[in-house]
């Protein structure tokens, strides 16, 4: 039995009591391929898990299925205790699931404080509401501690389109965290960035509410090895290695694969 299959199949057996995230069996077919093949993966509330893998290993599928941008083919997936598997992406947002993607979704037209304060607007009661907020407004309020969280606050009225790259996947960290949120996914947040960016990540993620959980997709190794206590390494839609961040690194077989030594489909 392989490390990833030994040590899935004793996760898998825990039961689901205290786990923020829980993938059983999950698989995903597109046609003939297979995307993912049964993913078993268990994350605690406030756990910060990097997810490795070259390019075509099945991990933007995996947090599309974990999103519910993608239906799984088989498996369920558990949410804070609660059976999500079939619930439309809004839903997941709404129970504290966020997620930010490779591409950068921002309001270019509008302030970094405007792109905030629509994020937690779109999270909340009032969401349908056509009143502009004052500024005794508790959810602009918010959009400024979130602003200051990732270090904009300088640039709090500049417009997107004239924020740095590293600035705009600053500016999704903080709409990430809007609304309380209980779970994110990053995905690749330091593509792009120079080192100095880099580095300002790291500070970033490592300073988050330590409440808050994520799983992060990276392929900087030393950026994902940085800001994470656990990581699984995918190859193949599946995973094959999962331990403490010295482990992977020290490992003989995740280097070879990480480093070109084997190709994936």
Do not use: W
Request: hydrophobic content about 40%; charged content about 25%.
């Amino acid at each position: 039995m392989s490390d990833a299959a030994a040590m899935t199949g004793s996760t898998a057996t825990q039961g689901g009591a205290g786990y923020a995230l829980e993938l059983r069996d999950v698989s995903k077919k597109f046609g003939a391929l297979e995307a993912l093949g049964g993913i078993n993966m268990m994350v605690r509330p406030g756990e910060r898990r990097a997810v490795l893998g070259s390019n075509g290993a099945g991990k933007t599928t995996l947090f599309n299925c974990i999103t519910g941008d993608f239906a799984p083919t088989t498996g369920a997936i558990r949410f804070f205790g609660e059976d999500v598997t079939v619930f439309p992406a809004q839903e997941r947002i709404r129970r504290g699931l966020r997620r930010t993607y490779q591409i950068s979704l921002l309001f270019n037209g509008l302030s970094v404080l405007d792109n905030v304060y629509l994020a937690c607007r779109g999270v909340s009661r009032g969401r349908f509401s056509f009143k502009r907020p004052r500024k005794s407004d508790a959810l602009m309020q918010t959009a400024e501690e979130l602003v200051e969280t990732v270090n904009l606050a300088d640039v709090r009225a500049t417009s997107v389109s004239d924020l740095s790259y590293g600035q705009q996947r600053q500016l999704e960290i903080a709409m990430a965290l809007s609304g309380a949120p209980r779970f994110i996914l990053f995905d690749e947040p330091a593509a792009g960035l120079s080192p100095t960016e880099r580095a300002e990540l790291i500070r970033i993620l490592t300073g988050l509410p330590g409440h808050v959980g994520y799983i992060i997709i990276e392929h900087d190794m030393d950026v994902a090895l940085r800001v994470s206590d656990m990581v699984t390494m995918m190859h193949n839609g599946r995973i094959f290695k999962e331990g403490k961040p010295a482990e992977i690194e020290d490992d003989a077989e995740v280097q070879a694969l990480y480093l070109g030594g084997a190709e994936d489909e």
